[in-house]
């Protein structure tokens, strides 16, 4: 198993979480969520996507941005952002076995001071025209690049 973790900064639609959550729960990843959330745990929808799969998440909560900073930094991981906005196509981007990987909120993706702070920031490239990918997809997506990466024997 791999030490990589999926981050959420203030996600606020509980069908996305809770479909990440149960992707976590598949894929052996620890889950950050970032506060304030848009929505309480016990919210039905993420229930409803996350299903069982939420009774063996590994899930800390951190209260803010700040108390997540410092604890990632205690822990020398580095931020792996998930952007519309970066320049770096996510598979041409280098993951580290314990990289954290960082998605936006769905109404707001991050603000400028977490996404400048992030040690990497990585794009899925899209069609002209079209603004952004469903974050649980985005997960899903750069989860699955990150984890091919990390399990390929060192050269
Ligand atoms: C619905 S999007 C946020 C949209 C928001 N209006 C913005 O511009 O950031 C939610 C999150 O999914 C991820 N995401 C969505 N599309 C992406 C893409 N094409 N490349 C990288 N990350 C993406 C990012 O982490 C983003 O913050």
Redesign the pocket.
């Given at each position: 198993m791999t030490d990589l973790r999926i981050a959420l900064?203030q996600p606020d639609i509980p069908g996305?979480t809770g479909t990440i959550l149960r992707l976590a729960a598949c894929l052996g990843l620890k889950v950050d969520l970032i506060e304030p959330a848009g929505f309480v745990l016990s919210d039905k929808n993420l229930k409803r996507a996350g299903m069982d799969y939420l009774a063996s998440v590994a899930l800390v909560r951190h209260v803010n941005f700040q108390a997540f900073d410092d604890w990632r930094r205690s822990e020398n991981r580095r931020i792996v952002?998930?952007?519309?906005?970066?320049a770096l196509p996510?598979t041409e981007a280098c993951y580290r076995p314990n990289d954290i990987l960082?998605?936006?909120?769905?109404?707001?993706?991050?603000p400028d001071s977490v996404h400048d702070g992030a040690d990497q920031r990585?794009?899925?490239?899209?069609v002209d025209g079209?603004?952004?990918?469903?974050?649980a997809?985005?997960?899903a997506?750069?989860v699955g690049e990150a984890i091919r990466q990390v399990r390929l024997p060192s050269p």
């Open positions: 900064y996305n952002l998930a952007s519309t906005n970066a996510y960082l998605f936006g909120r769905e109404s707001a993706g991050v990585v794009l899925i490239e899209m079209q603004r952004s990918i469903n974050v997809m985005s997960a997506m750069i």
